[in-house]
């Protein structure tokens, strides 16, 4: 469990990265709107068509252990044949994206809170600014939600802004598991300091003992504990 933790922690930079190409994504799509929400548009298409297409064969391959896959089977034919109807109505794909995008972000905001609520627990000062991050989206999420129009007219503005809010998050969080990582290599290295000191200090005891012994009895410890066990193994040669 502690290896599979500290591998989690030693991959914060991946955290940094995502959170970097988010925000040039977010400001490529403020500076593209248009196009931005063109590029939604065929995400969700693919998405649909491939999910159902997925979905068709795995239901297929599975039917024996799908109670009542016949109805998973259909549903999966549908979505299969919704993405395809989507690719020849432009109109209902961005229906379909305003819709969506609004579920998104609300997810993200969603998201955003639980994210500052576990960087609190790390003892991260700034988890406020995330969960100030994930307010504010889960707001916005409302607004697009209720003003389905205005969803569709500044898309693509939206999905920006957005993006970049999560790509800061994602900086965020990528600094507070770099912190935990380090913590965890400190506090590494100062267990095996200490064991090292202990087992220094544990020798050091011992040597010491040798040799009051020697001093005032005369005696040789470790040559005496030679002597022994050789006695012991000849002992037990002479039983055989």
Known sequence: MYEKIKSVLSKWWIALILGILLIVAGVWMLQNP?????????????????????????????????PAWGWDLAAAIIMVIMGIALLFAPVAQLGLVGGMFAAGVLLMGINSIESSIAIKKMGVKTWWLTLVIGILTIIAAIML????????????????????????????????VSKANSAVKNAEKEVKNYVEETRKEYEEGVQAVKEAVKKEYGVDVDKAAEEIKKAVEDAGKEEK
Do not use: C, M
């Open 145 to 176: 939600a209720f003003n389905p129009v205005l969803n569709i007219l500044t898309l693509g503005t939206w999905a920006g802004i957005a993006t970049i809010l999560k790509g800061v998050e994602f900086i965020f969080v990528a600094i507070a």
């Open 34 to 66: 248009g196009d931005a929400v063109g590029v939604l548009a065929k995400v969700l298409v693919a998405v649909f068509i491939l999910t159902g297409v997925y979905s068709v064969f795995y239901v297929l391959g599975n039917k024996d252990k799908i």
